[in-house]
């Protein structure tokens, strides 16, 4: 069986060594990539306004039914998540006139039950992203901007909303809190809030819980995927880079290159490998996307095909974020093909006369009556990033719900406008730790344990959610900071 499942991987890597020479060959032009990018906003338009004209002021939009529903805390979450994306698409008019609607109608003083986790990276993450973007958009900005504003103030009084959920013996949050998962994931939007604030509550505090985090970690350095915020036990032990845990791993990193914060070095100096073993996971995974025409949430490596009861694809924007940054750091039109491959397979398969909606099951594409917030806030922005290279070399981190946090005013100094995020992706070459990731006893391969020092999951799929993320997104600024973090 470990010969099975090493021999299954070796396949699937040479079918994607195959597919690269089978797509390599196209070249785009800068008139093929504004066609696309045409294509682009006509996509983000359609599911925009059919949200305006349907949805609003529900989270989000119903494509098959063509009407809303609440599913976060009622928060306008699609209007939130699209601000960011209106101002990438150049439409400065709608942003100021979104700003405006959400100063006016927005109240955070309701009686629901959300999720801390989806309010901070969504709402909080969002607000702060469209305060910070004010300054790019026309807007008529208060003195002292950027420390003052509307905008930073609804983020403040959504995240005061969040405060009670910190309240915990551990320190760590709990996962829902009334506002009348993500333990590790506020440090972003937190220190930016206390940095543009002045109040350094929601760093302390965001810090605290990450570091109680790290703190429970196994004597080999793993966390495992769900925690009990007062004990401090595992109640879910599986190690994993997968929905659960991968946001941690990626908001340790983003804390240093955003905060240059030195204590977060250890947690991730194992998930740091090199842009050929990223080039080489990115085609595998390309070849699974064309073969359903999206990604599946689980895919059986040994079998080369979905896992039961997760063959759906709700619009993720993992992959095609990855390809915006891997064309940037090689300029290979690989990555552009992979990007038409995908707006034409969400045209094909998701477009509805009301929206775009989430594919239930690949296997015939059969369709879900829901459009994801995240489609027009990530999946959409990324595409259009793809194929406008100068736009994408805006300064700043893309934190994980939304948009575009900059160094401006942040408590350092400003780095270049121009950023050269050497891409420190995926691990070491898959082919080499493949008999690692081997259950000896079951001999079971796990997709989840793909990198250094991860337990075996015991389970022959892996998870695409957030994978590609999660080691695509460690972005450096030179290579003498790669050199730097391999030898610590």
């Known amino acids: 069986m470990a010969c099975a499942a090493a021999c299954a991987l070796l396949l699937f890597l040479v079918l994607g060594a195959a597919l690269t020479r089978d797509t390599r060959a196209r070249e785009f032009t800068e008139e093929d990539m504004e066609t696309i990018r045409t294509r682009i906003r006509s996509m983000f338009y359609h599911a925009y306004n059919s949200y305006l004209n349907h949805a609003f002021p529900y989270d989000e939009l119903r494509p098959l039914t063509c009407d809303g529903q609440d599913t976060w805390g009622s928060f306008s979450l699609t209007l939130i998540d699209a601000l960011d994306t209106l101002l990438v698409l150049g439409n400065r008019t709608e942003f100021q006139r979104v700003a405006t ?31 910070l973007l004010s300054g790019q958009a026309g807007v008529d900005l208060e003195p002292g901007w950027p420390c003052s504003g509307p905008l930073l103030r609804m983020a403040e009084d959504a995240a005061k909303k969040l405060l009670p959920a910190f309240d915990t013996p551990s320190g760590m949050p709990y996962g829902t809190v009334n506002l009348l998962p993500g333990v590790g994931t506020f440090i972003l939007e937190f220190a930016t809030l206390s940095r543009l604030t002045g109040n350094t509550t929601y760093e302390d505090l965001a810090r605290k819980a990450l570091r109680a985090l790290w703190e429970t970690r196994s004597s080999i350095g793993l966390v495992g995927n769900h925690i009990d915020v007062v004990t401090q036990k595992w109640v879910a032990q599986d190690a994993g880079i997968g929905a659960g845990v991968d946001s941690y791993f990626e908001y340790w990193s983003k804390d240093l290159f955003s905060y240059r914060t030195q204590n977060c070095y250890t947690c991730f100096t ?219």
């Open 101 to 131: 609607l959400l100063q006016e109608t927005m109240d955070f003083d309701i009686d629901v039950n959300a999720s801390v986790f989806e309010t901070n990276i969504r709402v909080v993450g969002g607000l702060l992203s469209a305060h």
């Open 270 to 488: 194992s998930l740091i490998g090199d842009l050929e073993s990223a080039t080489r996971t990115f085609q595998n995974y390309y070849s699974v996307w064309r073969q359903f025409g999206g990604l599946p949430e689980f895919y059986s490596i040994p079998q080369g095909y979905t896992v039961d009861k997760r063959e759906g694809y709700p619009l993720r924007p993992e992959l095609i974020e990855s390809a915006m940054y891997l064309f940037r750091a090689t300029g290979d039109h690989l990555y552009l093909q992979m990007g038409l491959d995908a707006l034409e397979s969400i045209e094909k398969i998701s477009r509805t006369p009301c929206g775009y909606a989430s594919v239930k099951d690949l296997r015939d594409h059969q369709l879900d009556n829901r459009m994801e917030s995240f489609f027009l806030a990530e999946t959409i922005k990324y595409l259009y990033l793809l194929f406008d290279p100068p736009l994408s070399a805006w300064s700043g981190a893309w934190e994980e719900g939304v948009g575009l946090l900059e160094d401006v005013c942040l408590g350092q100094e400003p780095t270049s406008s121009i950023l050269r995020p050497i891409l420190l992706m995926l691990l070491l070459c898959i082919a080499a730790i493949a008999m690692t990731l081997t259950n000896r006893r079951s001999g079971t391969f796990s997709w989840h344990s793909l990198q250094p020092h991860l337990l075996a999951s015991h389970k022959t799929h892996f998870s695409n959610v957030q994978f590609n993320r999660l080691v695509l997104d460690l972005r450096l600024r030179d290579k003498s900071s790669l050199k730097q973090l391999k030898h610590i």
